[in-house]
C-alpha cells in the first residue's frame, strides 16, 4: 500500500504508506494517507482510522467467501482495536480465536464434519491475525504460540474436506519446504496451480484467497512456503532467499511425480511479494505452462530504496551502516507517532529476511530485481495490477512492459472493489478473472 507524495515506506500484502520521517535535520513527520475520499466513485469504507489495521481487518474478512472468516464476528473484533495499538489488535483477535476454538471443540466432526471444517478454518485464520503485528521482539513467545494453534486447528479444517488436503515435506537445498496438495476430486490428472505468497502471508491462507475457487473449476491446488515464509522461518529459523527457484522447482518435481496433475499444465502463481518471486523463479524453472503475479513487481529492490527515499539510499551506498542503522533505530525507538505501516513495515522486514540490521536488511533487498533475468521468462504470465495500489504502484505495468508478448496485464478496479493491494477483498471477481485466463490457457495448449 503505498503513497502519494512523501517517500516513504511500505510493502507488501500488508499496509500503508507514509513518508518515512527521515531523522535529524530533516525530518518529515508522518502523515496518514487519507483513503476515504467522497469524490472518488471507488473509494471504500475504512474499518479504522490506520489504514494499515483498516487492510489488515478487510484481510481477515476477505477469507469469508471460501471458509477462512465469518462476517459479524470479525467486525465485532474490530470494533475492539484502538487504532495504532499492536496489543489491540492482538488482543481482539486472539480473544475471537478461543472463542471460535471452543465453538469448533465442541462440534463432533464424525457427525458433523461440515460445521466442524468451517469451525477449524476460521479459528485458524483468528489466530494468525493475532500474531500479524507481533514480530517487533523475536522473543514473544506468542510468535509460536499462535502459529502452533493455527497450524493445529488448519490441519484439522484440511483433514474434513471433501477430498482431504495432504501435508508433504520437499526437499530444498539446505531447507525443506512445507507443501499443501489439494485434490481437485476430478477424475484423471488435472491442471495444477501451484500458489506461494509473499512477505507476510501463510499459505494456509492461500487456500481461501484463491485456492478453494480454484479447487472448485477442477484444477489442483499445491500451496508453498519457502525460507522467510512463516512456517519456514519459525521452524526452521531461516530468512528469504533471492533464488526462488531454488523453492519452486522442488514443488515441480513433486507435482509431475503425481498421476493425478498433468504435469503440461502447471501454473505457478505469487501473491503480494510472491508477484516477484513467482517471475524471478519462472526465469529458471521452464517446466511451467504459465505463471500469475498477483499482483505484478518487477523490482521489489528499487520500491523499498524509492520508500526509504533518496537521504537514506546515499548513506546506504556509501556503505554508511552505523548511519543507516541508528536513522532506523532512532525512528523504531519513538513512543508514538510512527505510522502503523513503516514500523509493521521495518520489524517484519528484519524478522523475515532474519537481520537485526536495518542495513544489512537493506543489502538483501536489494537483490530482488528482475533486471538480467526477466528476458529469460518464457512462460506466459498473467500480470496481475490494482488500481489502488499502495504498495507497489506501477510494478504491474513495468513487469508487463518488459514481459511484453508474453504478458496478460489486467487492472483490477476500485468500483468493482478490487482496486486494493492483491484485490484485498474481491477473492470472487479476481478469481473469476485469473482462473479462467488459465483455463483459457491450458485448454487451448
Ligand atoms: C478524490 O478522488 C478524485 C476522483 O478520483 C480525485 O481526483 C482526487 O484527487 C481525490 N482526492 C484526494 C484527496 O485523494
Ligand atoms: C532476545 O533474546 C536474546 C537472547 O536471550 C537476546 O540477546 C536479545 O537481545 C533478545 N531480543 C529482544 C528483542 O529482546
Ligand atoms: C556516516 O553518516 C554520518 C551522518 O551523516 C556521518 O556523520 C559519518 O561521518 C558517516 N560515516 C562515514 C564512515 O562516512
Ligand atoms: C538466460 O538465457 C541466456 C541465453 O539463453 C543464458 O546465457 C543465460 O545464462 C540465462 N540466464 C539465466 C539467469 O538463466
Same mark, same amino acid.
Request: charged residues 30%; proline residues 9%.
Given at each position: 500500500m503505498k503513497s502519494i507524495g512523501v517517500p516513504l515506506f511500505f510493502l507488501t500484502y500488508s499496509s500503508l504508506v507514509f513518508g518515512l520521517p527521515h531523522v535529524g535535520k530533516n525530518v518529515r513527520m508522518p502523515q496518514p494517507v /487519507?483513503? @476515504?475520499? $467522497? @469524490? $472518488?466513485?471507488?473509494s471504500m469504507l475504512q474499518l479504522s482510522s490506520d489504514g494499515d489495521f483498516h487492510f489488515e481487518i478487510l484481510r481477515a474478512l476477505a477469507l469469508?467467501?471460501?471458509?477462512? @472468516? $465469518?462476517?459479524g464476528e470479525v467486525l465485532v473484533a474490530a470494533d475492539h482495536i484502538i487504532a495504532g495499538d499492536f496489543e489491540s489488535y492482538y488482543n481482539a483477535f486472539y480473544s475471537l480465536a478461543d472463542r471460535v476454538h471452543n465453538q469448533a471443540s465442541a462440534i463432533d466432526p464424525s457427525r458433523y464434519p461440515v460445521s466442524a471444517r468451517n469451525a477449524y478454518f476460521r479459528e485458524a485464520t483468528y489466530y494468525r491475525s493475532a500474531d500479524f503485528f507481533l514480530h517487533g521482539n523475536w522473543n514473544d513467545s506468542r510468535i509460536n504460540m499462535l502459529w502452533d494453534k493455527q497450524l493445529a486447528a488448519y490441519d484439522k479444517a484440511i483433514s474434513l474436506l471433501p477430498v482431504p488436503g495432504e501435508r508433504i515435506t520437499l526437499q530444498g537445498k539446505g531447507f525443506q519446504i512445507p507443501a499443501i496438495f489439494f485434490g481437485s476430486g476430478q477424475p484423471g490428472h488435472r491442471p495444477t496451480i501451484l500458489m506461494c505468497t509473499g512477505y507476510d502471508g501463510s499459505q494456509e491462507e492461500l487456500y481461501h484467497i484463491i485456492g478453494e475457487a480454484a479447487l472448485q473449476r477442477g484444477i489442483n491446488v499445491i500451496t508453498f512456503e519457502g525460507p522467510g515464509q512463516p512456517t519456514v522461518r519459525r521452524q526452521q529459523n531461516i530468512g528469504f532467499i533471492p533464488e526462488w527457484e531454488e523453492v519452486v522447482s522442488p514443488v515441480v518435481d513433486y507435482a509431475i511425480s503425481r498421476s493425478d496433475v498433468d504435469g503440461k499444465k502447471l501454473g505457478l502463481l505469487g501473491l503480494s511479494f510472491g508477484g516477484y518471486l513467482a517471475p524471478r523463479a519462472a526465469a529458471f524453472e521452464h517446466r511451467l505452462a504459465a505463471v500469475i503475479a498477483f499482483d505484478g513487481l518487477y523490482s521489489f529492490g528499487q520500491v523499498i530504496f524509492d520508500e526509504f527515499g533518496p537521504e537514506m539510499e546515499a548513506l546506504y551506498r556509501a556503505g554508511n551502516s552505523s548511519a543507516f542503522d541508528a536513522n532506523i533505530f532512532a525512528l523504531l525507538a519513538q513512543p508514538t507517532g510512527v505510522p502503523t505501516s513503516v514500523r509493521w513495515g521495518i520489524e517484519q522486514g528484519l524478522w523475515s529476511f532474519k537481520e537485526t540490521s536495518p542495513f544489512a536488511w537493506a543489502t538483501q533487498v536489494d537483490k530482488y530485481r528482475l533486471d538480467g533475468v526477466v528476458q529469460n521468462i518464457t512462460t506466459p504470465v498473467f500480470v496481475a495490477d490494482a488500481q489502488? $495500489?499502495? &504498495? &507497489? /504502484?506501477g510494478q504491474g505495468k513495468i513487469l508487463a512492459d518488459k514481459l511484453g508478448d508474453l504478458a496478460t496485464y489486467h487492472v483490477f478496479e476500485s468500483i468493482d472493489g478490487a482496486g486494493e493491494h492483491c484485490s484485498l477483498g474481491a477473492s470472487v471477481l479476481s478469481g473469476q478473472v485469473i482462473l479462467d485466463w488459465f483455463q483459457d490457457l491450458v485448454s487451448s495448449s
Open positions: /487519507k483513503r @476515504s475520499n $467522497d @469524490s $472518488d466513485p471507488g469469508a467467501p471460501y471458509q477462512g @472468516s $465469518d462476517v489502488n $495500489d499502495m &504498495f &507497489f /504502484k
